[in-house]
């Protein structure tokens, strides 16, 4: 399966943002579908996954971001809300199709979008 991210920007501190992640080449309704992103300078950080009927989250984002998805139109999205200057960097998605891997591990994923960047000013 291939991935496109898209929908990052400028954006001020306390703003929303939706990055959508668009699928081609199969159905993405038997893979997991995971967010990361890399912020200049850090390794790649995990954010937010659906694993079958399982949505998972990392701390610094559950209460802030939302991950749904749309199997049918073969898209992912990333709901940012409250956004803060130290939420920069490129996002991606993310996904694999297997079960039983360690999820919150950029190592699992096979496919992998371009990225998208998200700029948060103060």
């Known amino acids: 399966v291939q991935l496109q991210a898209s929908g990052g920007g400028l954006v001020q501190a306390g703003d929303s943002l939706r990055l959508s992640c668009a699928a081609s080449?199969?159905?993405?309704?038997?893979?997991?579908m995971g967010w990361f992103r890399r912020a200049p300078g850090k390794e790649r950080e995990f954010l937010a996954v659906w694993v079958g009927a399982n949505i998972y989250y990392s701390d610094s984002v559950k209460d802030r971001f939302t991950i749904s998805r749309d199997n049918a139109k073969n898209m992912v999205y990333l709901q940012m809300g409250s956004l803060k200057p130290e939420d920069t960097a490129v996002y991606y998605c993310?996904?694999?199709?297997?079960?039983?891997?360690?999820?919150?591990?950029?190592?699992?994923?096979?496919?992998w979008g371009q990225g998208t960047q998200v700029t948060v000013s103060s």
């Open positions: 080449g199969r159905n993405i309704s038997s893979y997991s």
């Open positions: 993310a996904a694999y199709e297997n079960g039983g891997r360690r999820w919150s591990s950029e190592r699992s994923y096979d496919n």
